[in-house]
């Protein structure tokens, strides 16, 4: 039989029992990876409910007394745990299971009452204790280093966001600038108008007044010629502010998609740091067992 390697697909026996725990989530994605880490399969998983075995990883059948569904024994670490919701570590010689082992279960506690709803736990051959040091050490660490990558990841989100918000609120009020502009030249089309009217009224009184009145008509058709100038300009204005106001409308909608994507994102990372601290808080605990034993 050849030697396993880390590609092998380890496969995890259950029975379909959910916990209400954040942490048994994350475990049951940690198991299979760490059990993978011990290509000589000398690490075995399993995980009880508060009266039987309800997971198990155990390549080289390691963990012989623990069968998803099976209750756990009376007197046994799962039992020991339940009753006084407190870690154990305990050593099997062996003249018990052929080789000898070290056995550490932790409590598994329901998020929203706090109390012990289950147990995971952990058996390791004692020929393999250094390598299970080494490797929570380095699980350890590389959690911290996702962590804090992770931790910058949110705070870029965070930064976006805010600029987004920023950028949403400066086209907002380039917005009221140009309707501002719409309105000024709704005034300017009303002075040309009534300019016009003027220029008109004093063409018609400088023709009544006959040669005398040559010089004012053409002060008269000037006053016109700018006037219509002035509408003309202005409709120029309006249509180039319309095209403005469009482009407005098309940046904020995107503004609006880019905020909220930020949002999401910033969230997303915040959750995904809250699981990552989670682990390694179970790392540093697993760490902990590891130097125990």
Do not use: C
């Not at 929570?136 to 910058?152: D, R």
């Amino acid at each position: 039989m050849s030697k396993p390697t880390i590609n092998d697909v380890l496969r995890m026996e259950e029975i379909g029992v959910e916990l209400n725990s954040k942490v048994y989530k994350h475990l049951l994605k940690f198991a299979p990876i760490m059990s993978a880490l011990f290509t000589d399969r000398s690490v075995g998983f399993y995980a009880t409910d508060h009266e039987k075995f309800i997971m198990k990883i155990d390549p080289d059948n390691k963990v012989e007394f623990a069968h998803p569904g099976v209750r756990f024994a009376k007197g046994g670490p799962a039992d020991y745990i339940m009753e006084t919701g407190n870690h154990i570590a305990v050593e099997l010689g062996a003249e018990v299971y052929g080789v000898p082992l070290r056995v550490a279960t932790m409590p598994i506690f329901d998020d929203d009452s706090g109390e012990a709803i289950g147990t995971f736990g952990i058996v390791i051959t004692r020929d393999h204790v250094e390598n299970m040091i080494k490797i929570s050490e380095s699980f350890t660490n590389g959690l911290t280093e996702i962590s804090s990558a992770v931790e910058q990841t949110a705070a870029s989100a965070n930064n976006i966001n805010e600029s987004e918000q920023q950028l949403n609120a400066d086209i907002e009020e380039i917005g009221a600038t140009s309707t501002e502009i719409v309105q000024i030249l709704d005034a300017i089309k009303t002075i040309a108008d009534q300019t016009n009217m003027l220029g008109l009224n004093a063409a018609i009184e400088a023709a009544r007044a006959g040669d005398a009145g040559k010089g004012f008509g053409v002060v008269a058709e000037e006053i016109r010629k700018l006037s219509d100038s002035s509408k003309q300009t202005a409709e120029q204005i309006r249509a180039l502010t319309r095209i403005i106001n469009e482009k407005i409308t098309t940046a904020r909608n995107n503004s609006i998609t880019t905020v909220k994507a930020s949002e999401e994102q910033a969230a997303a990372s915040q959750e995904v740091s809250a699981g990552i601290e989670e682990l390694l808080a179970l790392a540093q605990q697993l760490q902990g067992v590891a130097n125990s034993m």
